[in-house]
């Protein structure tokens, strides 16, 4: 049973990634840092789960097999029981119209693989309380 308190101390992160050494990096940092994460491996599945789990935030991988990051970042935003759950972009192929294209999307933020520790979870941090702040 998840009480209010819990979800406010322990977010729940969606965390959309096909690579299983990435899962499981992330996973060990979010989980080290108390967060709770959910896996989807594919956008139609990240798309799903958003909307049955109602993650606090998703973090979405833009190369992933089937349908493609940003098609999913787009049918998130394009969704009212989704389109206030903020979205950060992962790439390990950063590209300034890579950038744009997922802002265009929706996103909150951008971050390239391989992450660095801080930064990354300050992104997360202040995504976050930005969803605070409009609740
Ligand atoms: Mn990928």
Known sequence: MTTSSDKAARPLLLLVED????????????GANG???SVATEGEQAVELARTLQPQLILMDLQLPGMDGC???EKLKADPRTSEIPIIALTAHPMPEHRRQMLDAGCAGYIAKPISYKPFLAEIASALSGQLQTV
């Open 71 to 73: 098609t999913a970042a």
């Open 35 to 37: 967060y709770r994460v």
């Open 19 to 30: 690579n299983a050494k990435n899962v499981r990096l992330f996973e060990e940092i979010l």
